[in-house]
């Protein structure tokens, strides 16, 4: 069974910095694509940065320039660096994976998501 577990969410002022980890745990051969969403209170749940395991990166407008994402295949985890927090960045953030490969050939889970944790940034 594979299982994200996700860290490094807390409480920073604005303008300081946090780094999120999602490390996949279990047998697994390879993920496609590792990601990070977030869902702030009252509002539904958006795409913040994605990469592939060709190190491709996608992210989410509002956090150009500040977030990084970046990921270690070998240990299978992600990170998000995110820099030069704002309020606005306040939300609870998921680790998404999809493509979780039992070979190169066989996909074992389609996509799956991490607990979520809690990024708060005061002003």
């Known amino acids: 069974q594979v299982q994200l577990v996700e860290s490094g969410g807390g409480l920073v002022q604005a303008g300081g910095s946090l780094r999120l980890s999602c490390a996949a745990s279990?047998?697994?051969?390879?993920?496609?694509?590792m990601g990070w969403y977030r869902q702030a209170p009252g509002k539904q749940r958006e795409l913040v940065a994605t990469?592939?395991?060709?190190?491709?990166?996608f992210y989410a407008d509002s956090i150009k320039g500040r977030f990084t994402i970046s990921r270690d295949n070998a240990k299978k985890t992600a990170y998000l660096q995110m820099n030069s927090l704002i309020p606005e960045d306040t939300a609870v953030y998921y680790c998404?994976?999809?493509?979780?490969?039992?070979?190169?050939?066989?996909?074992?889970?389609?996509?799956?998501w991490g607990q979520g944790t809690l990024v708060t940034v005061s002003s």
């Open positions: 990469i592939t395991s060709g190190s491709s990166t």
């Open positions: 279990g047998t697994i051969f390879g993920i496609d694509v």
């Open positions: 998404n994976v999809k493509g979780v490969r039992d070979s190169i050939l066989l996909i074992r889970y389609q996509e799956l």
